[in-house]
């Protein structure tokens, strides 16, 4: 049985708060993954399914590699489409912000929401979220932000709205961000949740290859490349470094999403037990990390990148050069060395 964790004050608070909003905002961070992209795009046709005017705004591009998500093509691209951003924004009665703690998260987007007058309900599962939110529904010890939508359905009574899309949305963020299950997900009610969304009969095989199983020609270079020249191993401390310049990724015909999962594959040598991915983007240093077992990267990514997530799989930014940033990590490996 999926016991009700969400305080009832707060579901009661939404209910009146979705009862007299017709036009909704669902948002996400930046460089979207399948849990903020399944969180918002499910969440979405729950409230269309209701009767609702409810639209996602994205802050920037939606990664090609999740372009097969249900509905994905209906959102609305911020970078690409200001004026119909701003509109929706300025229009909405109601704002949903799911997967991320922190207006921050979603760059210039956030601005606009900020000015809004309309509630903003947070649904995440990150640390420490902001106190912007007019209702916070924040779960970090849960496996992904689509678990915490399935939750607040549930404790809603609006499962009835659910359907094989929104079945197949909230799968797919609760598979990613789980490493399929791997990781995050050590407790039986995860899966009482995808018992039922797989009951709506999705295709679990062709939803797990899409979204983790399948990369363009240059993507597999670009991977193969990495780890064959790029990736470093210190066994001593249990850790593995690959780092990947703009330059590099230029040589590659690099696109959003062409280096997903590569931070986990050096988790499968014996001696790594963590890694740190960091990847020069136009205007800072994406870190992304993983580990297995008690190793915290959520720590590091916190303590030298501002950054967070959880146990073993956590990310950050970095203002600076990608030496800069190569020097962090050198420290890391000097404070949590094996």
């Known amino acids: 049985m999926i016991e009700p964790i969400i305080d009832s004050r707060v579901i009661e608070q939404l209910k009146q ?25 499910g969440l979405c046709r729950v409230l269309r399914n209701m009767g609702k005017d409810a639209h996602v705004v994205v802050p920037d591009q939606v ?24 509109f929706l924004v300025r229009n909405a009665d109601l ?63 609006l499962l009835r709205y659910v359907d094989t899309e929104v079945a197949q949305c909230l799968y797919v963020g609760m598979m990613t961000d789980t490493g399929n299950f791997t990781y995050s997900s050590d407790y039986p009610e995860i899966y009482e949740i995808v018992a039922h969304l797989v009951s709506y009969r999705i295709n679990k095989q062709w939803l797990y290859n899409m979204a983790m ?17 790029k ?29 997903e999962g590569l931070v986990d594959k050096p988790l499968c040598a014996p001696e790594v037990q963590w890694v740190m991915f960091l990847r020069e983007d136009a205007d800072q240093i994406n870190v992304a990390c993983r580990s297995e077992g008690d190793f915290s990267v959520s720590e590091i990514c916190s303590r030298y990148f501002g950054g967070g997530g959880h146990k073993n799989a ?14 962090v990590f050198h420290r890391v490996l000097a404070d949590y060395g094996n």
């Not at 948002?27 to 399948?34: A, E, F, I, N, V």
């Not at 106190?131 to 009574?157: G, W």
């Not at 990369?215 to 193969?224: C, V």
């Open 314 to 327: 956590a990310g950050g930014d970095f203002k600076g050069t990608m030496e800069e940033a190569v020097e």
């Open 63 to 86: 990664p090609r590699a999740l372009m097969f998500i249900p509905s994905v093509r209906d959102v609305v691209v911020y970078t690409m489409a200001q004026l119909r951003g701003r």
């Open 17 to 41: 708060l979705l009862k007299n909003a017709r036009h909704i905002v669902i948002t996400c961070h930046l460089s979207p993954d399948g849990d903020a992209l399944g969180s918002t795009l």
């Open 95 to 157: 704002i949903f912000c799911l997967d991320f703690n922190t207006l921050k998260r979603i760059d210039k987007l956030g601005e606009v929401i900020e000015m809004s007058n309309a509630p903003r309900v947070l649904i995440d599962h990150h640390l420490n979220p902001d106190n912007v939110f007019d209702v916070k529904i924040s779960f970090p010890h849960l496996s992904s932000t689509c678990e915490v939508v399935y939750r607040t359905l549930m404790q809603m009574a």
């Open 231 to 259: 990736m470093q191993v210190f066994p001593e401390a249990g850790a593995a470094l690959i780092t990947l310049t703009r330059e590099e990724l230029e040589r590659f015909n690099y696109r959003e999403g062409d280096t």
């Open 213 to 229: 199983n399948t990369f363009s020609a240059d993507s597999l270079r670009l991977q193969g490349y990495a780890l064959s020249e």
